[in-house]
């Protein structure tokens, strides 16, 4: 399947910009061309956007809407919204823009052996502006099955920029409505038997030879919310050997209910809580993926990753979000102190003042 | 916490038939009654890794010199800050050593004659090691001149004529003691470097420990080792002459390779066999100057004297070549891996950090070669000739009816050799019927074999008396693996592996599942099957050629740097060294997983039986595990 005007593969090989495919879109295919394994999915492009609202014919309508609407009146703009969103939503997509929509989630839908979930995420060309990122333009809906249900969320994304915080925002804001647009992100759902975040330094000391893997089974927001006591490794960045590790508890785990379309949290057995939820080779992957966001984005990262279920070993490591490392990464790199005596450095002298550190060895 | 400690000496049973032991080893190598107390105030170690059998009393020698020597370099020559020698003494037939700390208030004072002494080293090195070569091949082929002959029957008429006045007998006592010299001077050139080598990797290593804490140990070995060493290079002959037997199409002359007469005939009488016969010869000087043992002992087979030992590692190259295996150790990828490693954790640095790194880095890696290179020249090369001289003067008395077995001069101490020398030459210069020696050493050797035959039956205690909270000493913990960790998991205070198992050095990393197959004895060696993962209380680098087969090593005794971590990381095979007892715990033919990352070894078939081995070691009973 091509790229087209209006769909943007994640690997297409299209060169992203903002403009086209905002700015998780744009992330999205720059992190796949950059190697790294996100969900496979794909954008539908600001170009959709343009085409579909200069065939509904209603942009003239919209302004005049918001012309003069007063962004204290909370109730005369939620009323406004309602009527555009609804209106937005309500109109179909032009025949070439649709065809090639439902092609595409069809040859993402091809890659799989059963049909999978997607989700449905708006992808703003304003987002990364550092101050007009704001709630309305980040709108997500998981767990949609079938073209039907995922063409009519690409609309509820588009119609989200017209939600009441996001027209109050911009009347505040002195941001005009003209030139708006909205990309959407289409990806598959992952269906994640473990997951986790991995730093690229070591957070307790900002030691940057080594990551730090948090690790528990299901899907993330437990480890990332703090509600289980995840698996804690420490590798060595350059040989990815093991340096530390303490296994957590990991009761439980939250799973997909595909029939409600929400997770479900469920137990962990004794036998899957007693040991480390990653073989030796997932570490290794996931420590190799995580060196690999580093190295891509130049600055130390933090990474959140998933095991796929519906995905073959080996290539079911998924990367679902990079960010970079903000609290040590803004320091100087580590400076030698003076050791104090460990059990991990012969030559010091457990109660002596003695220290090589002292010593030259070059006359 | 109150730690627990290790046996007394004095608590450890003397096996039966051992009795009076003490006196097989000269006075000052054993525990002293009248030094009781001082003595079991200290925390001894068994060094196993190189001592691993029962001395004959001869054999103190090497053990005696090495760390003589070793200790004289930190003590006197370098005047290392903090750690002076270590002592040692012979207890039940196994070597134990204590380190000796420098006293807290003169530390300060050595610094500066430290930093002198071995700046002038490093800032000198190429041109003081090349010196070094000289002096130590000088040393071997005065040893390889030595004779040992009866004076002659009549003094020749030239000496009447000349005046010499000398019936010979001079050049018999003369060239013996000259032999121990040129090993006593040779193990003190080994340690002229050594210390040094270790010093510059310290250094290193306490900066790397510091700039990235909890690096991996093997991380720093592998930035600073040497891929292509001369102590590869004896094995690397073996696998030159395997490829051009499978080149000159003579694979068939090797079938009986334990007769190396009718081996080397039947390649002879080849096409091409000369071909080969000429670069056979030629790999012997100096590389067949390499024994399967480690140098220590009397009884250490060296390949120049047994070529059954290199033909038959010829041999299972040959097969390997033949099955289409790949023999050549994979240098290209080891120093590639090596590169990126270096450079890997130089991105992680800048500034002031990257200059201490690089000059740190570089300073180590111009030295540590030594480390391991120098093994060749002294413990395989240099011994080799001095324990071929020694025979050939035991069978020297042997012939004159001293001793009943061709090499029974082991059973001698050194010094009590000069007296059998002036005994001899007193019954031939006098003229009498016979001398003393055989109506007296005959009877003393067997009574002196019982004893040390008996004293193998037990295993040494892996150290004695209370250990001291943490162990500092450098060369401690580096050479001997012998750490505050290993120390407690011998007491059976370590953290116990799940599944039961063994903890030990994670030496070289990887993981791998296999059978066990427990070498206690290099004439063990030609058991090993390939796939199998080698159990042994200690390795020696000449055991090269089986590399290319196991799957891992586990040793009993041995840190980062013994010999089996470099030579199992050279060739890319998981290692688990200082276990303390897996040479006795585990059996051939158990399934292992050995992990050489996390330095465990789990025995995936564990024994039912309950009894000494059968379970991880705790020493509380004090009862050394009989083999």
């Given at each position: 399947?091509?790229?087209?005007q209006?769909?943007q593969?994640f690997?297409?090989?299209?060169?992203?910009?903002?403009?086209?495919?905002g700015?998780?879109?744009a992330?999205?295919?720059?992190?796949?061309?950059?190697?790294?394994p996100?969900p496979?999915?794909?954008?539908v492009?600001t170009?959709?956007?343009d085409a579909?609202?200069h065939e509904?014919?209603?942009?003239?309508h919209i302004?005049a809407?918001?012309?003069?609407l007063?962004?204290?009146?909370?109730t005369?703009v939620?009323a406004?919204?309602?009527t555009i969103?609804?209106?937005i939503?309500s109109?179909?997509?032009p025949a070439e823009?649709?065809a090639q929509t439902?092609?595409?989630?069809?040859?993402?839908?091809?890659?799989?052996?059963?049909p999978v979930?997607?989700?449905?995420?708006?992808s703003?060309?304003a987002?990364?502006l550092?101050?007009?990122?704001?709630?309305?333009?980040?709108?997500?809906y998981?767990w949609?099955?079938?073209?039907s249900?995922v063409?009519?969320?690409?609309?509820?994304?588009?119609?989200?920029?017209?939600t009441?915080?996001?027209i109050?925002?911009?009347?505040?804001?002195?941001?005009?409505?003209?030139?708006?647009?909205?990309?959407?992100v289409v990806?598959?759902?992952?269906n994640?038997?473990?997951s986790?975040?991995a730093m690229?330094?070591?957070p307790?000391n900002?030691?940057?030879s080594?990551i730090?893997?948090d690790?528990?089974y299901?899907?993330?927001e437990?480890v990332?919310?703090g509600?289980?006591t995840p698996?804690?490794?420490?590798l060595?960045?350059?040989?990815?050997?093991?340096v530390?590790?303490?296994?957590?508890?990991?009761?439980?785990?939250?799973v997909?209910?595909?029939?409600a379309r929400r997770?479900?949290e469920r137990e962990v057995?004794?036998e899957r809580r007693?040991r480390?939820c990653?073989t030796?080779a997932q570490?290794t992957?996931?420590?190799?993926?995580?060196?690999r966001?580093e190295?891509?984005?130049?600055?130390?990262?933090d990474?959140?990753?998933a095991?796929?279920a519906?995905?073959?070993?080996?290539?079911?490591l998924?990367?679902l979000?990079a960010?970079?490392?903000?609290?040590?990464s803004?320091?100087?790199?580590t400076?030698?102190?003076?050791?104090?005596?460990?059990t991990t450095?012969?030559?010091?002298?457990?109660?002596s003042?003695?220290?090589?550190?002292s010593v030259k060895?070059f006359? | 916490?109150s730690?627990?400690s290790?046996p007394?000496?004095?608590e450890?049973p003397?096996?039966?038939?051992?009795e009076?032991?003490?006196?097989?080893?000269?006075?000052?190598?054993?525990f002293?009654d009248?030094?009781?107390?001082?003595?079991?105030?200290k925390?001894w170690?068994c060094?196993?890794q190189?001592w691993?059998?029962v001395?004959k009393?001869f054999e103190t020698?090497?053990?005696e010199f090495a760390?003589?020597c070793?200790?004289?370099y930190?003590a006197r020559?370098l005047?290392?800050?903090n750690?002076?020698g270590?002592?040692?003494?012979?207890?039940?037939?196994?070597?134990y050593?204590?380190p000796?700390?420098?006293?807290?208030?003169q530390?300060?004072?050595?610094?500066?004659?430290?930093?002198e002494?071995?700046?002038?080293y490093?800032?000198n090195w190429p041109?003081?090691?090349?010196?070094w070569?000289t002096?130590?091949?000088g040393?071997i082929?005065e040893m390889e001149?030595i004779t040992?002959?009866?004076?002659?029957?009549?003094?020749?008429?030239?000496?009447?004529h000349?005046?010499?006045?000398?019936?010979g007998?001079?050049?018999?006592l003369?060239?013996?003691?000259r032999?121990i010299?040129?090993a006593?001077q040779?193990w003190?050139?080994?340690f002229?470097?050594?210390?040094l080598?270790?010093?510059a990797?310290?250094?290193f290593?306490?900066?790397?420990?510091q700039?990235?804490?909890?690096i991996?140990d093997?991380?720093?070995?592998?930035?600073?080792?040497g891929?292509?060493?001369e102590?590869f290079?004896?094995?690397?002959e073996?696998?030159?002459?395997?490829?051009?037997?499978?080149?000159?199409g003579?694979?068939?002359?090797f079938?009986?390779?334990?007769?190396?007469?009718?081996t080397l005939?039947a390649?002879?009488?080849?096409?091409?066999?000369?071909?080969?016969m000429?670069?056979?010869e030629e790999?012997h000087?100096?590389?067949f100057n390499?024994?399967v043992?480690n140098?220590f002992?009397?009884?250490d087979k060296?390949?120049?004297?047994?070529p059954?030992?290199?033909?038959n590692y010829i041999?299972?190259y040959?097969a390997?070549l033949?099955?289409?295996?790949e023999i050549?150790?994979?240098?290209?990828g080891?120093?590639?891996?090596?590169e990126?490693?270096v450079?890997?954790?130089?991105e992680l640095?800048?500034?002031?950090n990257?200059?201490?790194?690089d000059?740190?880095?570089?300073?180590?890696?111009?030295?540590?070669p030594?480390?391991?290179?120098?093994?060749?020249?002294i413990?395989?090369w240099t011994?080799?000739?001095f324990?071929?001289?020694v025979?050939e003067l035991?069978r020297?008395?042997?012939?004159?009816g001293?001793w009943?077995?061709p090499?029974?001069l082991?059973?001698?101490?050194r010094?009590e050799?000069?007296d059998?020398i002036f005994?001899?030459v007193?019954?031939w210069g006098?003229g009498?019927?016979?001398?003393?020696?055989?109506?007296?050493?005959p009877?003393e050797i067997?009574?002196?074999?019982?004893?040390v035959?008996a004293?193998?039956?037990a295993?040494?205690?892996?150290?004695?008396?209370t250990?001291?909270?943490s162990?500092?000493?450098?060369f401690t913990?580096?050479?001997?693996?012998i750490?505050t960790?290993q120390?407690?998991?011998?007491l059976?205070e370590?953290?116990?592996?799940?599944?039961?198992g063994l903890?030990?050095?994670a030496?070289?990393?990887?993981v791998?599942?296999?059978?066990?197959?427990v070498?206690?004895?290099a004439?063990?060696l030609?058991?090993?099957?390939?796939g199998e993962?080698?159990v042994?209380?200690?390795?020696?680098p000449s055991w090269?050629?089986?590399f290319?087969?196991?799957?891992?090593?586990?040793?009993?005794?041995?840190?980062?740097?013994s010999?089996a971590?470099i030579?199992?990381r050279?060739?890319g095979?998981p290692a688990v060294t200082?276990t303390?007892?897996?040479?006795?715990?585990?059996?051939?033919?158990?399934?292992?997983r050995v992990d050489?990352?996390k330095?465990i070894?789990q025995i995936?078939d564990?024994?039912?039986?309950?009894g000494?081995?059968?379970?991880?070691?705790s020493h509380?009973?004090?009862?050394?595990?009989?083999v």
């Amino acid at each position: 399947m091509q790229d087209t005007q209006y769909i943007q593969f994640f690997d297409g090989g299209t060169e992203p910009t903002l403009a086209n495919l905002g700015g998780k879109g744009a992330s999205l295919v720059t992190m796949t061309s950059a190697g790294m394994p996100v969900p496979p999915g794909f954008v539908v492009t600001t170009a959709q956007f343009d085409a579909f609202m200069h065939e509904a014919g209603i942009t003239d309508h919209i302004h005049a809407l918001l012309a003069g609407l007063n962004p204290d009146d909370i109730t005369e703009v939620d009323a406004v919204s309602a009527t555009i969103r609804a209106d937005i939503e309500s109109r179909p997509v032009p025949a070439e823009a649709r065809a090639q929509t439902v092609a595409a989630f069809e040859a993402l839908q091809s890659r799989f052996e059963t049909p999978v979930p997607v989700a449905v995420r708006s992808s703003a060309t304003a987002e990364d502006l550092p101050d007009a990122s704001f709630a309305g333009q980040q709108d997500t809906y998981l767990w949609l099955e079938g073209f039907s249900a995922v063409g009519e969320h690409i609309r509820k994304c588009w119609a989200s920029l017209y939600t009441s915080r996001a027209i109050i925002y911009r009347l505040k804001n002195n941001i005009p409505n003209e030139g708006l647009s909205m990309a959407v992100v289409v990806q598959k759902m992952v269906n994640a038997k473990a997951s986790g975040v991995a730093m690229t330094l070591d957070p307790t000391n900002g030691d940057r030879s080594k990551i730090t893997i948090d690790a528990s089974y299901g899907v993330g927001e437990m480890v990332v919310s703090g509600q289980v006591t995840p698996d804690n490794i420490v590798l060595d960045k350059v040989t990815l050997t093991l340096v530390n590790e303490h296994l957590g508890d990991k009761h439980a785990e939250l799973v997909p209910d595909l029939a409600a379309r929400r997770l479900v949290e469920r137990e962990v057995d004794a036998e899957r809580r007693s040991r480390r939820c990653l073989t030796d080779a997932q570490l290794t992957a996931v420590a190799t993926l995580a060196k690999r966001a580093e190295k891509h984005y130049k600055t130390p990262q933090d990474i959140e990753w998933a095991l796929d279920a519906d995905l073959p070993d080996g290539e079911n490591l998924l990367l679902l979000q990079a960010r970079p490392e903000t609290v040590h990464s803004n320091k100087p790199a580590t400076a030698p102190q003076p050791v104090v005596s460990t059990t991990t450095a012969p030559g010091q002298a457990a109660s002596s003042g003695f220290s090589w550190n002292s010593v030259k060895l070059f006359a | 916490m109150s730690m627990k400690s290790f046996p007394k000496p004095s608590e450890l049973p003397v096996p039966a038939g051992a009795e009076g032991w003490e006196k097989l080893y000269p006075y000052y190598l054993v525990f002293q009654d009248k030094l009781k107390e001082q003595e079991d105030a200290k925390f001894w170690f068994c060094d196993s890794q190189h001592w691993p059998t029962v001395f004959k009393p001869f054999e103190t020698i090497g053990g005696e010199f090495a760390v003589k020597c070793l200790g004289q370099y930190n003590a006197r020559h370098l005047m290392i800050p903090n750690a002076n020698g270590i002592e040692f003494r012979v207890h039940l037939g196994y070597l134990y050593m204590s380190p000796i700390p420098v006293p807290e208030d003169q530390i300060a004072a050595r610094v500066p004659l430290f930093e002198e002494r071995v700046g002038y080293y490093f800032q000198n090195w190429p041109r003081l090691l090349e010196q070094w070569h000289t002096k130590v091949k000088g040393t071997i082929d005065e040893m390889e001149q030595i004779t040992f002959a009866k004076p002659p029957a009549v003094v020749p008429i030239e000496d009447i004529h000349s005046g010499k006045a000398m019936d010979g007998s001079e050049v018999l006592l003369d060239n013996y003691d000259r032999l121990i010299q040129l090993a006593y001077q040779n193990w003190q050139y080994h340690f002229e470097f050594l210390n040094l080598g270790y010093i510059a990797y310290l250094d290193f290593f306490n900066f790397c420990k510091q700039v990235f804490p909890n690096i991996p140990d093997q991380s720093i070995a592998t930035m600073v080792q040497g891929v292509d060493m001369e102590l590869f290079r004896p094995d690397d002959e073996l696998k030159g002459l395997a490829a051009l037997a499978v080149e000159l199409g003579i694979q068939s002359a090797f079938e009986n390779a334990d007769d190396a007469d009718a081996t080397l005939g039947a390649i002879r009488a080849s096409a091409g066999g000369e071909h080969w016969m000429t670069r056979w010869e030629e790999a012997h000087e100096p590389w067949f100057n390499f024994t399967v043992g480690n140098g220590f002992y009397g009884h250490d087979k060296y390949w120049n004297e047994y070529p059954e030992i290199p033909l038959n590692y010829i041999k299972d190259y040959i097969a390997r070549l033949d099955a289409g295996q790949e023999i050549l150790r994979p240098v290209e990828g080891l120093i590639a891996e090596k590169e990126r490693i270096v450079e890997e954790y130089r991105e992680l640095l800048d500034g002031d950090n990257l200059a201490a790194f690089d000059g740190k880095r570089g300073l180590a890696a111009q030295c540590y070669p030594y480390v391991e290179n120098h093994n060749f020249y002294i413990e395989h090369w240099t011994m080799g000739v001095f324990w071929r001289k020694v025979r050939e003067l035991s069978r020297l008395f042997h012939a004159e009816g001293f001793w009943t077995e061709p090499d029974d001069l082991l059973y001698l101490g050194r010094n009590e050799v000069r007296d059998a020398i002036f005994d001899l030459v007193t019954w031939w210069g006098v003229g009498a019927a016979e001398p003393i020696g055989p109506s007296y050493w005959p009877e003393e050797i067997e009574r002196r074999r019982a004893i040390v035959d008996a004293l193998k039956t037990a295993r040494p205690a892996p150290a004695l008396n209370t250990p001291p909270a943490s162990i500092t000493e450098p060369f401690t913990r580096m050479l001997w693996g012998i750490t505050t960790e290993q120390v407690q998991q011998w007491l059976g205070e370590g953290e116990a592996v799940e599944g039961g198992g063994l903890r030990g050095m994670a030496a070289s990393p990887g993981v791998v599942e296999g059978p066990a197959r427990v070498v206690t004895d290099a004439d063990q060696l030609s058991e090993v099957q390939q796939g199998e993962i080698l159990v042994a209380t200690v390795t020696a680098p000449s055991w090269g050629p089986i590399f290319g087969k196991i799957a891992a090593t586990v040793t009993d005794i041995g840190g980062m740097m013994s010999h089996a971590a470099i030579v199992c990381r050279e060739y890319g095979l998981p290692a688990v060294t200082g276990t303390g007892s897996a040479s006795t715990t585990i059996r051939t033919g158990q399934m292992l997983r050995v992990d050489g990352t996390k330095g465990i070894v789990q025995i995936l078939d564990a024994p039912t039986v309950e009894g000494p081995g059968a379970h991880s070691h705790s020493h509380d009973h004090d009862e050394p595990a009989h083999v």
